[in-house]
T-cell receptor, first 113, second 111 residues
Framework: DADVTQTPRNRITKTGKRIMLECSQT?????MYWYRQDPGLGLRLIYY???????NKGEISDGYSVSRQAQAKFSLSLESAIPNQTALYFC????????????FGEGSRLTVL | GDSVTQMEGPVTLSEEAFLTINCTYT??????LFWYVQYPGEGLQLLLK?????DKGSNKGFEATYRKETTSFHLEKGSVQVSDSAVYFC??????????FGPGTRLSVLP
C-alpha cells in the first residue's frame, strides 16, 4: 500500500457542488500539505498543517477549506466548486526532523463542469 | 520571495541522448535544492537533492550540482532512456519555510 493515499483518484462534478478530497498517511509525519497542479504553473500550496491543531493558509487558499481529523488524515474541501478549480490535487507529508523532503500521494484529478 | 525558474518544455530527445534541464533560483539564506520527477499518472517523487553549496546529488544516472555562485541546480543525464519520460520539477526549501517549486519540464524520450 502507498504511504500517502488520496481518495478519490478521479472525480467529475458540477458547478456549485461540495467536494471533499481525502488524504491519509502511514509515514507517521506531523506535517501535511495540499497542493494544486496546473499545466505550466508547477505546484501551488493551498493549505498546510504542522499538527492536528495547526492549520495554515497557503498561497491559493480562497475557495478551499481543510480539516485535520487526526495526525494521519487531512481533508480538502471545495464548498462550492467552480470550473477554474479543475486541476490535479496532491497531498504530501514531511517530517520536521528530516531534510525537508516531501512525500506525495498519487493525486486526485478533479473536473468541475 | 523565493522563486525557482526552469527551462520551458517540452523537451524531446532520442534514446541515449544527453539531457540537461536548467534550473536557477532566487532565495535568501542557504536553501536545500531538489529535483522531483512525476511519471505519467503518478505523484511526485524525489529524484535527488543537495543541501549545501558544491554538493552533487545523484540518482538513477541523473546528477545535479548545487552552484551557489550562479544560483543554479541543473539536472543532467548522460544517456536517457524511454523510461525517463516524465515531468521534472526543480524545487527549493529553506528551513522553517515551505517548498517552492518550478513550473516543471516535460521530457519525452523517443526510441
Amino acid at each position: 500500500d502507498a504511504d500517502v493515499t488520496q481518495t478519490p483518484r478521479n472525480r467529475i462534478t458540477k458547478t456549485g457542488k461540495r467536494i471533499m478530497l481525502e488524504c491519509s498517511q502511514t509515514k507517521g509525519h506531523d506535517r501535511m500539505y495540499w497542493y494544486r497542479q496546473d499545466p505550466g504553473l508547477g505546484l501551488r500550496l493551498i493549505y498546510y498543517s504542522f499538527d492536528v491543531k495547526d492549520i495554515n493558509k497557503g498561497e491559493i487558499s480562497d475557495g478551499y477549506s481543510v480539516s485535520r481529523q487526526a495526525q494521519a488524515k487531512f481533508s480538502l474541501s471545495l464548498e462550492s466548486a467552480i470550473p477554474n478549480q479543475t486541476a490535479l490535487y496532491f497531498c504530501a507529508t514531511s517530517d520536521f526532523q528530516g531534510s525537508g523532503e516531501l512525500f506525495f500521494g498519487e493525486g486526485s484529478r478533479l473536473t468541475v463542469l | 520571495g523565493d522563486s525557482v525558474t526552469q527551462m520551458e518544455g517540452p523537451v524531446t530527445l532520442s534514446e541515449e541522448a544527453f539531457l540537461t534541464i536548467n534550473c536557477t533560483y532566487t532565495a535568501t539564506g542557504y536553501p536545500s535544492l531538489f529535483w522531483y520527477v512525476q511519471y505519467p499518472g503518478e505523484g511526485l517523487q524525489l529524484l535527488l537533492k543537495a543541501t549545501k553549496a558544491d554538493d552533487k546529488g545523484s540518482n538513477k544516472g541523473f546528477e545535479a550540482t548545487y552552484r551557489k555562485e550562479t544560483t543554479s541546480f541543473h539536472l543532467e543525464k548522460g544517456s536517457v532512456q524511454v523510461s525517463d519520460s516524465a515531468v521534472y520539477f526543480c524545487a527549493l526549501w529553506n528551513y522553517g519555510q515551505n517548498f517552492v517549486f518550478g513550473p516543471g519540464t516535460r521530457l519525452s524520450v523517443l526510441p
